[in-house]
C-alpha cells in the first residue's frame, strides 16, 4: 500500500476508520462499547463493534484486535481516534497502536485538554505511573489551519504516530464534511450512541 503522503499527494481516495466509545456505565469495573466507522473519504463503508473495560488497561489491544482481523484492516490509510482514552481513563498507546497497525495513528482533539488536570487525575490509579507514562508518549499536540481560502478558520487539534504533522493535517482536512470533527469520528460518536441509546445524541 502507497504511503499516506503519497495517496494524498496523488489526489487518492482515503479510507479511514474512526473509533469513539459509546454512552457507557460509570460504574467501576463496568464495560464500555466502541465504535469504529470505516469512511472512505466522508462517505460511510462500514463498521466494527466492540468493547473494552471503564478506566482499564485494554483499549490499545482491543481496537487492534477490533481492526488487524477485520475485512477493513487491508483498505485502511489511517485510524483516528476521540483523543487518547476509551472509557473514562483507559489510555491508547498511540505508539504501540500505530506500529502493530503499521497505520498512521491520529488522536483528534474538539479542543485543547488541561492536560495538568488529566495527569491530577491519573494520580489517583494504583498504576498510576503506567498511565502518566502512556499519556506522555502520545507527544506533542499540534494544532493545523486549514490554509485552504475559505476554510482559514477550520483548525485540528491532535497527536500523531506514523506519519508526519503537515500529512495528519491534510488528511483531517480531507476527511471532514464540516467543523473540525472528521467524517469517520463523527458518525462513531452519533451511532454509538443510538445503537446504546436508541437515539443519536444531539452533538458529535
Not at 466507522?37 to 483499549?59: H, P, Q, S, Y
Request: with cysteine; glycine share 8%.
Amino acid at each position: 500500500m502507497k504511503s499516506l503522503a503519497e495517496v494524498i499527494r496523488l489526489g487518492k481516495q482515503l479510507r479511514t476508520i474512526g473509533f469513539d466509545d459509546a454512552p457507557f456505565n460509570h460504574q467501576a469495573g463496568s464495560k464500555v462499547n466502541i465504535s469504529g466507522i470505516i469512511c472512505t473519504n466522508t462517505r460511510f463503508e462500514g463498521m466494527l463493534w466492540g468493547e473494552a473495560g471503564k478506566d482499564g488497561v485494554d483499549a490499545t489491544d482491543v481496537l487492534i484486535n477490533m481492526l488487524k482481523p477485520s475485512k477493513f484492516y487491508q483498505q485502511v490509510h489511517a485510524v483516528l481516534l476521540d483523543g487518547i482514552a476509551i472509557g473514562g481513563f483507559n489510555l491508547i498507546n498511540l505508539e504501540k497502536l500505530s506500529e502493530s497497525l503499521q497505520l498512521p495513528c491520529i488522536a483528534v482533539m474538539r479542543k485543547l485538554p488541561d492536560v495538568t488536570a488529566v495527569k491530577k487525575v491519573l494520580t489517583r490509579f494504583d498504576d498510576a505511573k503506567f498511565r502518566l507514562d502512556t499519556l506522555d508518549a502520545a507527544g506533542e499536540i499540534f494544532t493545523y489551519s486549514s490554509p485552504v481560502s475559505g476554510l482559514e478558520n477550520r483548525s485540528f487539534f491532535f497527536q500523531v504516530k506514523g506519519c508526519s504533522v503537515e500529512t495528519a493535517g491534510l488528511l483531517l482536512e480531507k476527511v471532514t464534511d464540516t467543523g473540525n470533527v472528521p467524517e469517520s469520528l463523527r458518525l462513531a460518536h452519533l451511532i454509538g450512541a443510538a445503537v446504546k441509546t436508541g437515539q443519536s445524541s444531539n452533538s458529535a
